[in-house]
């Protein structure tokens, strides 16, 4: 195996239409970034899918192009890592809507030879899934041996398992849910009317040389929906009440706590790797999604039959995505007839804890992978 091979590869495939989506609109053709770790075996049996979630790319175990910061998931990925390329074809995509070298918004439409901006069709969290199908058959992967996400990247995977049963033979669910709450939708609304606020959001069109971009709206949105990854134990002890390098509080609206400048630092960096209206287009994906809603109303239906396991983590400080959307996947799971593992692990991160340090998750993955691998029970 060649170093490039083993350590990752990025490339940008444009696949041909025509591509119809969830919405009824079709695209001509669509354009995946995607990055893979590890080579295909001879019976293409061990490709590992990587879904990413809402702020994610395809750089999961590789310094990212514009931060130079390590992949987003590198504590899961890599060397000695439960998904490692040395056992491992690893393949992740950077979704549909999204910013990184994928079809979105700001895309050139072939039929203007102008970014797109608002004209994009609105996409679903199916669409994502099929077009990564579709790059599944451009690589010449007919099953994978696993998908595996958190968040909005288990969206993905649950969309794999339901949509291609048959081209799944195993399904790692972290911290994620069946469908939006009305209270996800209701933070993901207020992160866009911060977006849609800014006087440079000019209803999305903001790609001509010298035009502003909507970062102050963009960076409030991400502030807000920053807050939702995190715990309250997990603020409280790592700011507290404590002041931002000062003896005493200003009586003015700079930042005076820690926690107001560590959420403007986070809000201000987003503004540099993802653009506006991407972040528009894929919350309003997660909002639609509702796997139920897609099989008659009924989750079980989703899964009836289905031959892939499925292991299923949720953490006890994540109220975003409580351990209550989890077991109701499980429990449809059963209804199903579908093997499922779960297990609720102990973490003070809250809903980030998938991407931090924890070592249990890494365990868990592990050994289901492994034993998939194996052909026992997970």
Not at 110 to 130: E, H, Q, S
Not at 161 to 174: G, K, L, N
Request: with cysteine; net charge negative.
């Amino acid at each position: 195996m060649s170093e490039d091979a083993r350590f990752g590869l990025s490339r940008v495939v444009t696949l041909p239409g025509p591509f119809a989506l969830d919405g009824g609109a079709v695209l001509a053709a669509v354009d995946i970034a995607y990055e893979t770790y590890g080579a295909l075996n001879a019976d293409r049996s061990n490709a590992v899918l990587i879904c990413h979630a809402l702020t994610g790319d395809h750089h999961v175990a590789s310094d990212h192009p514009r931060t130079g910061k390590p992949g987003w998931w590198t504590r899961m990925v890599g060397p000695g890592r439960p998904v490692d390329p040395a056992r491992h074809f690893i393949v992740c995509a950077n979704v549909l809507g999204s910013c990184m070298g994928s079809s979105g918004p700001a895309s050139v439409d072939p039929a203007t030879g102008a970014p797109y901006a608002m004209r994009f069709p609105v996409i679903t969290l199916r669409d994502m899934a099929r077009a990564q199908a579709l790059l599944m058959d451009h690589l010449g992967v007919p099953v994978l041996l696993a998908a595996v996400g958190g968040s909005m990247g288990g969206m993905q995977v649950l969309e794999w398992a339901a949509t291609y049963p048959d081209r799944v033979r195993s399904a790692v669910v972290i911290a994620s849910a069946a469908r939006h709450s009305a209270q996800n939708i209701a933070f993901h609304e207020v992160g866009r009317q911060a977006i849609m606020a800014d006087p440079n959001w000019r209803e999305g069109n903001y790609y001509a040389p010298g035009d502003v971009a909507p970062t102050a709206g963009l960076a409030v949105a991400r502030m807000a929906a920053h807050i939702t990854y995190l715990s309250e134990a997990g603020l409280t002890e790592k700011f507290g009440r404590r002041l931002q390098a000062r003896e005493s509080k200003s009586f003015g609206f700079d930042a005076d706590f820690q926690v107001e400048s560590y959420l403007r630092y986070q809000g201000i960096s987003f503004t540099d790797r993802f653009d506006a209206n991407s972040y528009l287009y894929i919350t309003r994906a997660m909002d639609y999604f509702d796997l139920a809603e897609e099989h008659g109303g009924r989750l079980a239906n989703a899964f009836a039959g289905s031959a892939t396991r499925f292991c299923l983590v949720s953490f006890d400080s994540d109220w975003l995505y409580p351990t209550a959307e989890s077991r109701a996947i499980v429990h449809a799971l059963n209804a199903g007839g579908a093997a499922a593992s779960f297990v609720e692990l102990s973490s003070p991160f809250g809903h980030d804890a998938f991407l931090l340090d924890v070592p249990e998750l890494n365990r868990v993955v592990d050994g289901f992978l492994r034993a998939v691998e194996a052909g026992g029970a997970a």
